[in-house]
């Protein structure tokens, strides 16, 4: 976006990567409704798609705002007139330099995940985000243990009642055929050889796309297809080493077969988990999806950034830190302005996507001394994906977020096709999540936007004998 604002201009991308995402297949499913593919590409493409940019390869070791300069890992100083930070986030490990501890984020941690578990027979999933579901979902003849810390699978997304619906999928044995994946994966000359350690995430990738896992082999050493056991409202109390565990004398136990369920693991693994409800299972590895952290560090020291409650860089709505010329966007950042009411932060590929492009515009309107509008975008927290197999869209306050217990709920589930849920407050729409292909996103999101009284509908609203979309159009 800045590159085509500014076609004189020398634009320099600096990454610590040597492949940049793109966005392709772009596809605008509504106002506010985006679905893309992420992909990776050679640098070389950008520069050629665009002169004036430069892709530097190398991390940054140092920023000093206030002689607007950049020092990167190889020695070399930049000097810029605006600059705007994009480094994302890291995944929250719940043990650092743990070599069992492996934490997903980006393509090349997907691999070593790829590596270990093609020889594991048990692993422990902890996490209850985006990609935990598509990892427990997608893992094949390996035994999973998820421990989660809510009572319902997927909270970050849904609710107790899209867990339900979903369940089902995850203990079916037999899986549909996945669709062919159009992300193609480039890897650099030489880079491959060396090889990464397990466990190390200090050297930071960049982040997944919304179909990471299609085309990753995740099949682990034994004939079955899916076994998966959830510990529900727990956290991780304590990992254990083989050895430590042996000294320590308590009993593991073995993959839970119904409910009753507490023999004790004759097997010796490599390492132990321990849970706070108490029960310790042995496993080949343990897979962290625990969320993220904004990447700050290497920008903080001698610079005074305003930092969000999350850690992130606070930034206003013209997406300025609190430095002059400095920006941000992305994981990185904090929404720090006052949001639309049926908008809220979540650190997705939808919303890196449309931060990107909206600084690129603030940039562009103060360097030429205009004024500008918030983007469109920020009005309606609206994100798609794939849960599953299922169509997964979720729109505005969608977990009633915020709303306190001044709200109502609308409900309706065809089991195995459909879940339809909508958060009402005073006769007004105000959040929804849908799952299947139920075509009605586009009809919903007009109701939450133009905040038209509904009371009049009552239950009317779900009726899956009227055509609802008809009726808003």
């Given amino acids: 976006k800045l590159a085509a604002e500014f076609p004189s201009e020398d634009i320099f991308l600096m990454t610590a990567s040597p492949v940049i995402k793109a966005v392709t297949n772009f596809k605008q499913v509504s106002k506010t409704l985006e679905e893309f593919d992420v992909e990776e590409q050679p640098s070389s493409l950008l520069e050629k798609r665009y002169p004036n940019i430069r892709v530097t390869q190398s991390g940054v070791k140092q920023l000093k705002s206030d002689e607007h300069k950049i020092y990167t890992e190889d020695g070399k100083e930049y000097i810029y007139e605006k600059l705007c930070l994009c480094a994302g986030a890291k995944p929250k490990l719940i043990a650092e330099g743990n070599p069992y501890v492996l934490g997903i984020r980006d393509t090349d941690s997907a691999q070593a995940f790829q590596k270990n ?18 990892l427990v979902y997608e893992i094949q003849g390996c035994e999973v243990i998820w ?14 009642g899209a867990a339900e619906f979903l369940l089902p999928k995850l203990t079916a044995e037999s899986r549909e055929t996945p669709i062919e994946c159009k992300r193609t994966k480039y890897t ?8 990464r350690p397990t466990g190390a995430s200090d050297k930071l990738g960049s982040a997944l796309g919304p179909d990471w896992h299609e085309g990753l082999h995740l099949k682990g050493t034994k004939e079955f297809s899916h076994k998966v056991h959830i510990e529900i409202l727990c956290e991780v109390k304590k990992i254990h080493l083989q050895q430590e565990f042996i000294q320590l004398q308590q009993t593991s136990l073995t993959f839970p077969k119904g ?11 490599p390492v132990y988990v321990e849970l706070t409800n ?52 992305g994981d990185i950042c904090t929404a720090a302005w006052e949001p639309s009411p049926v908008w809220h932060q979540m650190r997705l590929w939808t919303q890196a996507r449309q931060m990107g492009w909206y600084a690129a515009k603030c940039m562009a309107a103060d360097a030429l001394g205009e004024s500008i509008d918030m983007d469109f975008s920020f009005e309606l927290f609206a994100h798609i994906t794939k849960f599953f197999n299922y169509k997964v869209v979720v729109l505005g306050k969608y977990n009633a977020q915020g709303l306190g217990s001044d709200h109502e709920l609308m409900l309706r589930c065809t089991k195995g096709h459909e879940y339809v849920k909508v958060v009402m407050q005073n006769g007004r729409m105000m959040g929804a999540v849908l799952i299947g292909e139920t075509d009605l996103e586009e009809t919903f999101e007009n109701l939450i936007l133009n905040q038209m009284d509904l009371s009049a509908y009552g239950e009317d609203l779900l009726n899956p004998d009227i055509d609802i979309e008809d009726y808003f159009d």
């Fill in 147 to 160: 421990a989660i810390k809510d009572k319902a699978i997927g909270n970050t997304f849904f609710d107790a």
């Fill in 278 to 329: 108490g029960k310790i299972y042995g496993c080949n590895f343990i897979v962290s999806a625990t969320g993220v952290v904004p990447n700050v560090e290497p920008f903080l020291d001698g610079n005074n950034f305003a930092l969000g409650g999350d850690g992130g860089l606070r930034v206003d709505e013209h997406m300025h830190t609190s430095l002059p010329d400095v920006y941000a966007a």
């Fill in 117 to 134: 578990l093609a020889r594991a027979e048990r692993i422990v999933v902890v996490g209850n985000g985006g990609i935990a579901l598509e």
């Fill in 188 to 195: 650099v000359e030489g880079g491959e050889e060396k090889g």
């Fill in 259 to 269: 409910e009753e369920n507490v023999k004790a693991d004759e097997v010796l693994w």
